[in-house]
Each structure stands twice: as structure tokens, then as C-alpha cells.
């Protein structure tokens, strides 16, 4: 299956240099986004999403993101299908 997941901030594979404040999704077409969890050094957190329908942008709240690899783990749903999906980024 396809993924609805157009692009991201941090981006998939990238590496950031300075601290993650946030993590942006963008999705194409607009869905609403049901759960997401980012598993890191520290362990799996899971992340509160209030989603008010079908947008095509999510802005999440990061905090306290030490060095090392992180892994974002994510299900939406569009139209009454859904979709999920992962993306990995890495701290300095």
C-alpha cells in the first residue's frame, strides 16, 4: 500500500545537527491522524494527537531528545481506510 505520508520534519534518514523541538507531517492527500509513537534512546513515547479531521499538516510537540537514532511509527486514516507508517531520523 501506498503511503499517504508526503514528507516530513525531521526528514526520513536525515540527521539533525541541532535539538528537535518538533516533529511536522505532512500528509497527501489530508488524513486524520490517529496515533503516533517515537521510540528513541530513552525508550517508546507515545504522542497526544488531537486531530479535528482530514488536514494535510501536523505539527507534535518534542521535548528532551538526546543524541542517537529515533524511530516514528504512525497511523492515519483517510477516507475510512487506513494507513500507517515509519520514519527514522538521528540526533547529534
Known sequence: MQSILARSNPASGSTAAEPVNQLE???NPPARLGEV???GPGGTM???VTA???VGYYSLP???L???SYQVN???TRAGTTYQ?????GVR
Do not use: C, H, Q
Not at 507508517?85 to 531520523?89: E, R
Open 25 to 27: 507531517l505532512w500528509f
Open 37 to 39: 509513537t517515537v521510540t
Open 46 to 48: 507515545p504522542m497526544m
Open 52 to 54: 479535528v479531521g482530514e
Open 62 to 64: 518534542l521535548s528532551g
Open 66 to 68: 538526546v543524541p542517537g
Open 74 to 76: 504512525w497511523t492515519a
Open 85 to 89: 507508517g515509519s520514519l527514522k531520523f
